[in-house]
């Protein structure tokens, strides 16, 4: 990968051995720019705010340091990792447990929509690092009474990762919970990562930490080239009329260059992902969904199903947008253009990870050119046209299929009384319209 630090390895960042062997059974053995700067300051016992691009190794980063140690003295808890959606949880669990899986290390995730008694069970086991969504977590230190969860007071870390919007008013109550059962700033080490630092996140550099140090404040994006995508990553936009966004999306997922190629699709609504979901099946695309609205059970089979290549196309709403690393994701589009552009930058670094390539395309109509705008200042890199899908008696042509499919879907949903009845009727109504316009 473009930032990895060529003459620095793990061992000489102060990574213990067995871990390097670990990362090195994964072939992971030139450190990247984020965890050079980072993994040594950890380990020096520093707090920490680390910011770089998508997929530019934020989890070694913390990890490593961690687990190195953890392994010094692996008995009881030892770590929190905060996260903010349930599928990132269990995926930095995963890592954990894969990393450390020569050292019988114990890891416990507590996420929303899981069975509560079975995590209690869990977390009674004294797991060596919890890896939790806010809320959960925050249930079952309410409901706890005297007794501290999974031994909590005695965690020597936590984690906020994608810290930014963790530190939003969404989570603040069940975060101060969650840090509340903690031992305090002075007696644990506080490590806040994400790929869009905020003012937030900034202004906690100055708030007296630890030994009255500063924490370590290694911010990757300016300093590399003042763009805050990855290098691997080409923006491109299409340009949309509004009614016939659903013909440009199976055009384009079809098409020559991207009909073989695992693709995420980015909805801001819950209503629009099952509506694309259920449509896009019907024109035998293999595709899966992920949104909240969904049992837990289904989203996690949903992204097993796409991890496995089992589904080509990923149609999910923002619990996706953060974190997920799926390697062979080739093209992210925006099939919504998302308000804030921070929002993009994770949506759109599903795809170009770890130095690969990757295409973000946004479908653009009227209504969203200011938010173009607003993304292009923010991300400081204009986007350029794609010319992948231009033909209108193509698009003509595929507009037919397309429309029985999605009223067919929307048929299906209102008989199954998805979501709000009086919405699919209105989206039934507006499909009749286009149609005969
Ligand atoms: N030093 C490295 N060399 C090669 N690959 C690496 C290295 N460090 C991490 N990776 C791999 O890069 C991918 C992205 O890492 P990770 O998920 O930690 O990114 P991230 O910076 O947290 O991204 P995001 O901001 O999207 O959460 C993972 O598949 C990880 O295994």
């Avoid at 708030?207 to 300016?222: D, S």
């Avoid at 491109?236 to 693709?263: F, G």
Wanted: charged share 25%; hydrophobic share 40%.
């Amino acid at each position: 990968m473009s930032e990895i630090a060529k003459s620095t390895d793990f061992k000489s960042l102060g990574l213990s051995k067995w871990l390097t062997e670990s990362l090195k059974a994964m072939k992971i053995t030139q450190p990247t720019a984020i965890q050079k700067a980072c993994i040594p300051k950890i380990l020096e016992g520093r707090d920490c705010i680390g910011g770089a691009k998508t997929g530019s190794g934020k989890t070694i980063a913390f990890a490593g340091p961690m687990l190195t140690k953890w392994s010094e003295d692996p008995c009881g808890m030892f770590g929190v990792v905060l996260t903010p959606t349930r599928e990132l949880a269990m995926q930095i669990a995963e890592q954990f447990t894969a990393l450390g899986s020569n050292m019988n290390i114990r890891v416990s995730v507590v996420v929303g929509g899981e069975s509560i008694v079975q995590q209690a069970l869990d977390l009674q086991r004294k797991p060596h690092f919890i890896i939790a969504t806010p809320g959960r977590l925050a249930h079952h230190i309410m409901s706890s009474g005297e007794d501290t969860v999974g031994g909590l007071m005695r965690a020597k870390y936590l984690v906020l990762d994608e810290a930014d919007i963790l530190l939003t008013s969404t989570f603040a109550n069940h975060l101060a919970t969650c840090i509340g059962a903690l031992p305090p700033k002075d007696k644990r080490q506080t490590l806040l990562f994400t790929a869009t630092i905020t003012d937030q996140v900034r202004s906690l550099q100055d708030a007296p930490a630890q030994g009255n140090k500063p924490p370590l404040f290694a911010y990757q994006v300016e300093s590399v080239d003042n763009v805050a995508i990855p290098s691997t990553l080409k923006t491109e936009y299409i340009l949309v009329p509004e009614h016939v966004k659903e013909a440009y999306l199976y055009q384009l997922l079809t098409c020559e260059e991207y009909v073989n190629k695992t693709a995420i699709v980015f909805v801001n609504r819950t209503m629009s992902a099952e509506i694309l979901r259920r449509t896009l099946k019907q024109l035998e695309v293999r595709v899966a969904s992920l949104h909240s609205q969904m049992p837990q059970q289904e989203r996690t089979n949903s992204l097993h199903r796409f991890r496995a290549n089992a589904a080509r196309v990923l149609i999910a709403t923002d619990v996706a947008s953060r974190g997920l690393d799926i390697p062979t994701v080739e093209l992210v589009v925006n099939y919504d253009i998302p308000s804030d552009p921070d929002v993009f930058i994770h949506r759109s670094g599903r795809t170009a990870r770890a130095g690969r390539d990757g295409d973000a395309i946004s479908f653009v109509t009227q209504r969203d050119v200011s938010r173009i705008e607003a993304i292009e200042d923010r991300i400081n890199k204009k986007m350029t046209e794609a010319n992948k899908v231009h033909d209108t008696a193509v698009i003509r042509k595929a507009l037919t299929k397309v429309t029985k499919a999605k009223r067919e879907s929307l048929m299906a949903m209102q008989k199954e009384n998805f979501g709000d009845r009086r919405r699919l009727q209105k989206q039934k109504q507006m499909d009749s319209k286009s149609m005969r316009s």
